[in-house]
């Protein structure tokens, strides 16, 4: 089994930036395409980022291409979201998520195992 817990979450203005973390245990990070998802207030659960096991492939949504940075160390079973020039819009949940090595070369990206969550909060 695999679990996955997020940090780093808060509360930033407008313009500010903050780093996710995301720690793999169980099994190790480099079996896993690594991903984020955020779900806002009343809407449904969103892709944000996601990652190949070696770190060579990445994906973004069109909302974050530019300001957000996915990256991983598999030798720390890490996983990272750096967040830059933060908006509002961009207050969510933000969950970190594990799916087959596959997963990322997929029209969507299918998650094995998710985090908790954590806050951010954007204001303005």
């Known amino acids: 089994q695999v679990q996955l817990v997020e940090s780093g979450g808060g509360l930033v203005q407008a313009g500010g930036s903050l780093r996710l973390s995301c720690a793999i245990s169980?099994?190790?990070?480099?079996?896993?395409?690594m991903g984020w998802f955020r779900q806002a207030p009343g809407k449904e659960r969103e892709f944000v980022a996601a990652m190949s096991v070696g770190g060579a492939t990445t994906k973004y949504t069109d909302s974050v291409k530019g300001r957000f940075t996915i990256s991983r160390d598999n030798a720390k079973n890490l996983v990272y979201l750096q967040m830059n020039s933060l908006k509002p819009e961009d207050t969510a949940v933000y969950y970190c998520?594990?799916?087959?090595?596959?997963?990322?070369?997929?029209?969507?990206?299918?998650?094995?195992?998710w985090g908790q969550g954590t806050q951010v909060t954007v204001s303005s």
């Open positions: 998520a594990a799916g087959p090595s596959s997963a990322i070369y997929n029209i969507r990206f299918t998650a094995q195992y």
């Open positions: 169980g099994r190790a990070a480099s079996l896993y395409s």
